[in-house]
């Protein structure tokens, strides 16, 4: 069951969707090189994890979901809440802690959620949402409908018993589920070699029958591509799959760690693989857009940002005389 | 009325509340073909089918988690621990998520499902078997806590704890599940989470317990009525949030207090009582209120050591003697 | 790396080595059909897990094993104990809840210990005891004994998160201990096939890179052939082994359940492979032993277990007020 | 005597017992090449070796059950929880293994485990990392609980727990990591588990604290000094088993008690201390004992709401006066 992908048809995307696959993935960029900037200036506190160099991964994925599709995610959040079209204002508020954040203000960086984009939240626990996303996948079966829930994890997360349990249940019942592992070859300083005895983490759906693939995660035509092929497996109730991409995180694994631990030579060898000039080339390769067109796009993303970081600054903070409200469901 | 056993009360409340909103399902180890360890479950599977009624493998962990999914998405799942203790397993799904994640969504989700099964110390089952998770869950926000004494109380506060919004922890007492009791039938029995029970009006002391200590409560009474004692006895019931206004009352009237809990002494639910009690009604206090709880050992599998360990009614009774005289 | 058995050589045991065999195998039938009559007579409580049928696989494994080595189990541990030559009068007089039991009477039957046989325990949880196992090999890794740990544990136990993370981990370490699944095809009522995707569960070695075998857990010999390969790889410090022995129980889950749900025909059917007589028909077509020696066996072994009981019924029982003794390692 | 931070005083404190027992060992995530997450366990893998020193994979429940399985076995592990929170996924594991093994093995086996790592309310770390495991785990029979507020107590304790026999669950604090201290060196600082500290002598209330709110209350002393107040500060520093003779002692001097605790009000330790202390010294008490702790409420991300869920100094100089006034 461990399969090999098709291979890719010569013009795999059209200029609408190559732009929007653009769009997607710089604002993940772009938005996360403000995060670092706010949080060195003391605007958002706690531990940020960055996504930047996991961008195809992301918007490979949710591009391609519904919006009544789920999507649930660990503490490196951030992206994956605006992939699946959560407003980069309400995500920038919530690091502010602001009253107009996504998870109004009580959340913070690893517990966003946006019921409205069926966006079932950031876990701050390791492997924790793998179950709540198969539960999710359960529920959209038990009520009849063809919801996909996508789960997005790292290579550590793959250690941890939820991770075995979760594809156990979701391979027995079938569920709409896709395992999404972001596998950046690292657990903060822990080495993925050094802690996984089997590397090749798709290589483990075959302990539960179910499709496994690993995907270039540094080019998001070919996640898109794998992810098109889970989907419609998923949709149409053929079950769940496990969907391994080689990626990178070009950061540190948040903005705490001194990131000491990873090769300078291993950061520099990915740093090439960059997927948003990569994808840049494909465009104007098949022309389906102009370094111009892209400049424009780039210009607006850079503008919705600071718009978002104002935004976010000029909101007010959650009153603390509502310090116990949403506890109990029975609080509005 | 009918007469029904323990188990049976909590067989039709989840029945009738399967019937009531078809958002409402099981799932756990052994609930559907087996029908539920101490056959809470027995023949569900049958009439609402196996995704309603959903056998699970074991793990605890994840399945406790799918049901945090599962809630977060429109259903309302009752998870089976076929031992509470087992639910250790799923601590930090039932608290993260079950506790906190409403608070931590800015109240965006909700995460209705009832986490029941047996719990309490049983027949010689050993420590493992015999643990008492109310109080180490007690400290969590966000949860409520249950604990039935009759089949009565059994089906109305399940009934309410399924359609609550919040995680509700259902502690059943697994040597209650064959206790016999008189059920209002075709009849909805929907008994409010929060509010105690008084099971005997008095006046010269507060009794406070609750699960399977109840009934040796109500077996001390027996010998302290005939002795002349008036106990004001009361059944908690909801252990998270607790009825401070029945408890104030009688405290008032009676300005001594006794807590029979089969949790441990230390770390217990008691300890609690005891600081809100002092908090509240201090200056109502005429002796210092007492504990009387498991002792703080892991339940000894000999059976006179078990018996030792837990509160029995000549306990009781001395206590109450110490206290009132 | 899932691996065929090597085929066995004509005679794999000499007289005295199936004798013992034999004797093993008998005596944990014995000792459990004891047990069903003392637990209705009242002289047991609690949860009791019998293990008639499984004998070939609790034989099979510790008659190899040298008194240094660790065994670990499960709720369904008497027989596991008795071969790890814990007596039957410790055992028994610890189900009987006397001071004289292996446990002093304060474990009961899903809490057998005996630190002098390093029989590391009954775990009353399910997959509790795997990674107790696994830390017990790592153990003589670091202190740098050839020792090896034995856990053994039912298929239900291999959907359960710690069967994942242990294997993992001791694959990673090359830790000297031996997974042996006892495959009975039912977790209480739950069958296998309902709760495990892949139900060929040596074949989750491969998710680990170990060495995964499966065999028939109603044949001794087989399992034996199994454990030897399996311990001398752990002896020589090469790592961990998922040994799976398709296996059934002759009773109900325990004494308490009405077993109502296992087939006739498939009862009926293991039962043909009870691996007590396959055993006595191979040392009677070898002329490795006689009926009447057997029988000879037979007597000694149902007076050992009498005696058992006898000694269990006139043991003490734990003083209750030494109630809070053992409770902190200060107290002796 | 020589300056350290609280971090390294733990790093001395496990160097020096690795280098006295070979027997003594860390595992956990990133206790290795990282260092530790807050560089408690810092390039000891150099010196001491991986195995000594376990990179383990994220997999808490197994990697605690093997420090069990090591332990009864004769190592002496230390596992780092890389926040203490993420130790509700080995609960069963310490509960039934770390707190309850010995006696259900009829005092065959020991488990000398120490379980470490920060815990408490840091700053702004969201819901999940700013847990109070002390409370949930306080009830666990045959446990040991710990929470140093400065370096010389973080070193003194860690080396008696790690020589202690039982488990001992080590909570330190995730905003006193780089707190500074002077410390006697080329010295076995070990100070015995169970003794409470006395910080300040006074005779018009008891104040009982322990962990980061220790440093609240020196704060609040200052301006309670100034003001004439003087308070009898005990840092509890053993959360189990307390100092019940300190604490007896003090209240029989004052006569009044107030509690300070960063865990959450219900359900935390600060309600079984009110019991004991009316168990013990109901007669002494000229008020009830009032507990100051966090709400009961998932600490909210915000800062400012993140800051009134926990006791702030002038809480506390609030409380005593309304206790001493
Ligand atoms: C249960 C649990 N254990 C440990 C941690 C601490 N922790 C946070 S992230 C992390 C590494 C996770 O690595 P990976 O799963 O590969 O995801 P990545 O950070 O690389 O995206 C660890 C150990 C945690 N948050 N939860
Ligand atoms: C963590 C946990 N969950 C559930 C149980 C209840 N339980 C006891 S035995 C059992 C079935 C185990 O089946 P298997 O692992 O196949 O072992 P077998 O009983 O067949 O020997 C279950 C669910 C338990 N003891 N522990
Ligand atoms: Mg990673
Ligand atoms: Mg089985």
């Known amino acids: 069951m461990v399969q090999e992908m098709p291979a890719p048809t010569k013009l795999e995307v059209n200029r609408t969707e190559g732009l929007e696959l653009y769009y997607d993935m710089v604002l993940g960029r772009t938005f996360e090189d403000m995060c670092a900037q706010m949080y060195y200036k003391g605007r958002m506190f706690g531990f940020v994890h960055l996504y930047n160099g996991q961008e195809a991964v992301s918007t490979g994925l949710s591009t391609l979901l519904r919006a009544d599709d789920y999507v649930s995610s660990t503490y490196r959040d951030h992206v994956h809440a605006l992939s699946k079209k959560v407003p980069p204002r309400a995500v920038m508020a919530e690091l502010f802690g602001k009253v107009t954040g996504c998870s109004k203000g009580r959340g913070g960086s690893m517990h966003l959620f946006s019921a409205e984009h069926n966006f079932l939240g950031g876990y701050a626990f390791v492997a924790e949402g793998i179950p709540v996303a198969t539960g999710a996948a359960f529920s959209a079966k038990y009520r009849g409908t063809d919801q996909v829930s996508v789960n997005f994890f790292g290579d550590g997360a793959t250690n941890n018993g939820a991770f075995f349990e979760s594809l156990n249940m979701a391979a027995l019942w079938n569920l709409p589920v896709i395992y999404v592992v972001e596998n950046n070859l690292w657990s903060i300083g822990m080495a993925h070699a050094r802690a996984s005895s089997v590397t090749d983490i798709y290589k483990k759906a075959l302990a539960f029958d179910i499709p496994g693939y690993q995907v270039d995660g540094m080019d998001v035509l070919a996640v898109r591509r794998a992810a098109k092929t889970a989907i419609e497996r998923a949709r149409r109730g053929e079950g769940p799959t496990l969907l391994e991409c080689k990626t990178y995180r070009f950061r540190g694994h948040s903005l705490a760690d001194p990131d000491e631990l990873r090769d300078p030579a291993e950061k520099e060898f990915w740093r090439k693989q960059d997927p948003i000039p990569k994808l840049i080339r494909y465009l104007i390769e098949n022309e389906l857009a102009t370094q111009a067109e892209l400049k424009t796009i780039d210009d607006e993303i850079q503008e919705r940002v600071e718009d978002a970081v104002r935004f976010a600054e000029d909101s007010p903070e959650p009153p603390v005389d509502e310090i116990y409200r949403f506890v109990h469901a029975e609080d509005e | ?325």
Do not use: W
Not at chain 2, 224 to 251: C, F, H, N, W
Not at chain 2, 254 to 282: N, Q, W
Not at chain 2, 288 to 297: E, F, G, H, Q, Y
């Open chain 2, 1 to 325: 009325m009918a007469v029904k056993f323990y188990f049976e009360a909590l067989r039709d409340a989840i029945y009738e509340e399967m019937v009531r909103d078809p958002m409402v399902m099981v799932m756990g180890e052994d609930v559907g073909h087996y029908g539920g360890s101490y056959k809470a479950t027995k023949d569900l599977f049958k009439e609402f089918g196996e995704l309603r009624v959903l056998d699970t493998p074991i793990a605890e962990n994840s399945f406790a988690g799918m049901a945090v999914g599962a809630a977060m998405t429109g259903l309302r799942p009752i998870i089976e621990g076929m031992n509470m203790g087992f639910l250790l397993l799923a601590f930090s799904q039932i608290a993260n998520n079950g506790g906190m994640l409403r608070y931590t969504s800015g109240g965006q989700f909700t995460v209705p499902m009832v986490v029941r099964g047996p719990g309490g110390v049983g027949k010689q089952l050993g420590a493992e078997h015999s643990q008492r998770l109310e109080a180490y869950f007690y400290g969590v926000p966000g949860l409520k806590i249950v604990a039935p004494a009759t089949p009565t109380d059994a089906k109305g506060l399940l009934k309410a704890a399924i359609r609550d919004d919040n995680t509700v922890l259902f502690f059943e007492h697994v040597l209650l599940y064959n206790l016999k009791d008189e059920i209002p039938d075709n009849e909805d029995v929907v008994i409010p989470l929060g509010k105690a029970n008084k099971l005997h009006e008095g006046d010269d002391i507060t009794i406070l317990t609750y699960s399977r200590q109840v009934h040796h409560c109500l077996q001390a009474l027996k010998t302290l009525k005939a002795e002349g004692y008036q106990p004001d006895l009361i059944d908690l019931r909801t252990l998270k949030p607790l009825d401070m206004e029945m408890i104030g009352e009688s405290v008032r009237k009676t300005h001594r207090v006794l807590i029979v809990e089969e949790d441990y002494k230390t770390g217990g639910i008691g300890g609690e009582i005891v600081a809100l009690i002092d908090e509240y009604f201090f200056d109502e206090l005429d002796a210092p209120v007492m504990r009387l709880a498991s002792k703080d050992i892991p339940t000894p599998y000999n059976g006179k050591m078990e018996a030792a360990t837990i509160p029995q009614p000549a306990d009781i009774i001395q206590a109450v003697k110490s206290l009132v005289d």
